[in-house]
């Protein structure tokens, strides 16, 4: 079977894949259902300790849950039941044993993020509700019950969180059938599924519109706020308290990485190959995808920015040297860095003034204080006013022993467990990541003795300022209209259009599907149909149209390009250039048998595999066309011959254009099989 394919119209045809977790199945399906259960409740997991199974919501109070990418937490809850959107009742009988036996078994395999775990907990609430409307249980579903909740899901969500949603219910029936929970094998994947494009709808622009030179989308970042970043990163001073994020923030521009990237990058400095060639090393990371080990991979830097991540990075090193002592110290004794508090004698009464000058906030002494709630404050009658008597309202003090409590208030085991594990078993630590800052308090105070990573609600935060530094430092206003991870589309479309191949693109942004890179280029169709013309002019295009432009005069090849380029298609292995808004294509689907409209950028990697595919499959199809002919029934079978002809023509001429000399479509037909 084909990997990471795509339909014509964008579908997917990969269905989920799933390996058994019940190690021998039975013909009863609720005994499979009860291994099942019996197996997801010997999982010890981290975190789960407190959990009751029977509980409608569990609550994880340490381990990878908890360790969400855009805040700071010390628990997670996971509630069993329905979308709010459904009514939020709990799930119950068959649907509330299998929902908890999948959520703790597939997080015991794959560490799934809590996003991804509620989303799959939510896609099985929707099957529950389908299939209870036409009286199905979880050992009678059918695809027709899946159907209708992908449906329901489909008019209840955007289509982003709706494609998800759908993937999650594709995955629901693929651990049914692996594990025998259903009557009947379900080998389900929803038809409608389909990545969400990354363009809006239908609009047309002449091609000699000045606008059409434009790229503009909605997940683009404004080259106003390029320059803008710039002269914030000159001149915002290195002591300032946002001069972190102006870092990160520049970081984010130059290499188009995921915040999670970003943010929870190796300490490093610039590291150099053999040849020279400057990269930072980083683990990629995606945040369905949770906390799973993921090798440590170099990220080659462009030579533009080069000397503004060098600079970045030794100054993060600097501004970064006490929080990193402080989660050195942390490591060590596993706890918050008490080395402040070596000096004070353990009777010491310590008063508001004392606590401020160790830098805690003298709050914590006050009426509403932590310390005075815990009871770790006492009144100090023995100090008289200077009328010699005693305070109505004496002053508070404490001992280090309530401070030492009161340090560890804000502490959390999360602090200390690995971020990273990289492809040699070496674990990273909150000590080894490029940005740790102090823990922020709600008074607006520091914890100079507890040090955290940068979380995406930090940098939100942030964000909100933005404006008001820019007024100040810049000399501008601008209105903070992007993310983190506006970035990243920015730069993959500027590469798009600076002609990096799919292949290099999907390579340097961490991705693993060329489908993925596709989501993240927001040139116009307009502007894809001018570039298109450029390249065939510079022959790096081949095709029927790249030929004749060959040995058309020069005077008269513009013309001709501007008469037959009117609109570009991506047909999977090539590009289609016929103007479906004026006829119909007579060759609709077989756009390789010599289409005259057919053509396709020469050394295009990323469409290899699906060349080759299509060449071992025509073959395969010719093949069977020639046993036909000398049979007893030849019927059409000489047409079917000369239309593979053409086929396998077009496609050897793009093999070749690939760097493709010898191709074997029997042995590749053969490993795709084995695959």
């Known amino acids: 079977m084909r990997k990471g394919g795509t339909m014509s119209d964008g579908r997917s045809n990969r269905k989920a894949k799933v390996v058994p977790f019940v190690d021998r199945l039975e013909r009863d399906r609720n005994k499979n259902l009860k291994s099942l259960v019996s197996k997801a409740k010997l999982m010890k997991l981290e975190g789960f300790e407190s959990v009751v199974w029977d509980d409608p919501e569990w609550q994880v109070d340490a381990g990878r849950l908890v360790k969400l990418t855009g805040r700071n937490t010390k628990s997670a809850s996971f509630g069993f039941s329905l979308s709010p959107k459904l009514g939020s009742e709990p799930l119950d009988g068959c649907w509330e044993v299998v929902a908890k036996a999948l959520f703790a078994l597939r997080f015991h395999r794959k560490h799934q993020s809590t996003p991804n775990q509620r989303n799959f907990i939510t896609a099985i609430g929707y099957v529950s509700f389908a299939a209870k409307q036409i009286g199905q249980e ?232 932590w310390l005075r709630k815990q009871k770790l404050a006492w009144p100090e009658y023995s100090a008289l006013t200077k009328h010699v008597i005693k305070p109505a309202n004496p002053s508070f003090y404490t001992d280090k022993t309530g401070l030492v ?158 008469a037959r380029i009117q609109a570009v298609h991506d047909v999977g292995t090539g590009i289609c250039i016929h103007n479906f808004s004026q006829t119909p294509c007579e060759r609709h689907l077989q756009c390789s048998a010599d289409c005259k409209d057919y053509i396709w950028t020469k050394n295009d990697k990323g469409r290899l595999d699906e060349q080759k595919r299509q060449y071992a499959l025509t073959m395969l199809a010719r093949q069977n066309a020639e046993k036909q002919l000398s049979s007893d029934k030849p019927k059409k079978s000489a047409d079917w011959l000369a239309h593979n002809d053409k086929k396998l023509k077009t496609l050897a001429a793009q093999l070749a254009d690939n760097g493709v000399e010898h191709f074997d479509p029997e042995q590749y037909l053969n490993g795709v099989e084995h695959d």
Not at 191 to 209: E, Q
Not at 222 to 230: C, H, K, L
Not at 488 to 510: A, K, Y
Request: glycine letters at 6%; proline letters at 4%; charged letters at 25%.
């Open 138 to 369: 979880l050992a009678r579903l059918t695809p027709e019950s899946l159907d209708n909740a992908c449906t329901l899901i489909s008019i209840h969500y955007s289509d982003t969180t709706a494609y998800n949603l759908h993937k999650h219910v594709a995955e629901f029936a693929a651990h049914c059938d692996a594990n025998g929970l259903c009557r009947v094998l379900l080998q389900y994947k929803y038809a409608k599924m389909k990545r969400p494009a990354s363009t809006g709808g239908i609009n047309h622009k002449r091609l000699d519109d000045p606008d059409v030179l434009e790229t503009k989308s909605g997940k683009l970042v404004a080259p106003a706020v390029f320059q803008v970043i710039g002269v914030l990163y000159l001149k915002v001073p290195k002591a300032h308290k946002y001069r972190f994020y102006i870092l990160m923030l520049t970081l984010l521009a130059c290499t188009g990485r995921r915040f999670s990237e970003v943010s929870l990058l190796p300490n490093q400095q610039l590291s150099f190959d053999d040849e020279g060639n400057c990269y930072i090393e980083y683990f990629p990371r995606k945040a369905s995808r949770g906390d799973v080990f993921t090798p440590k991979r170099r990220l080659y830097l462009p030579s533009e920015v080069t000397p503004i991540v060098g600079d970045v990075l030794v100054e993060l090193a600097e501004i970064t040297f006490e929080a990193r002592s402080i989660a050195e110290e942390m490591h060590k004794v596993g706890g918050p860095d008490l080395r402040f508090l070596d000096t004070i004698p353990e009777d010491k009464k310590l008063y508001a003034a004392d606590l401020t000058e160790l830098g805690i906030s003298h709050t914590a002494l006050g009426t509403t204080g």
């Open 405 to 562: 409590k009161y340090c560890f208030r804000d502490f959390s085991g999360a602090y200390l467990s690995a971020l990273h594990t990289d492809q040699f078993g070496k674990e990273y630590y909150l000590k080894d990541l490029l940005f740790i800052r102090p823990l922020g308090l709600s008074s607006g105070s520091y914890a100079h003795w507890l040090a955290i990573s940068c979380s995406q609600s930090m940098f939100g935060t942030f964000l909100r300022y933005f404006p008001q530094l820019t007024a100040e430092y810049a000399s501008s206003s601008i209105v903070v209209d992007f993310t983190s991870h506006h970035f990243r589309h920015t730069l993959n479309t500027l590469l798009d259009e600076g002609g990096l191949s799919d292949l290099i693109q999907t390579e340097w942004f961490g991705r693993t599907n060329p489908r993925d890179t596709k989501a993240y280029q927001h040139t116009s169709r307009e502007k894809r149909a001018l570039m298109l013309r450029e390249d065939i002019k510079r022959g790096m295009v081949g095709g029927a149209l790249a030929e004749q432009i060959k040995v058309t005069p020069i005077e008269l090849q513009d013309a001709i390009l501007k």
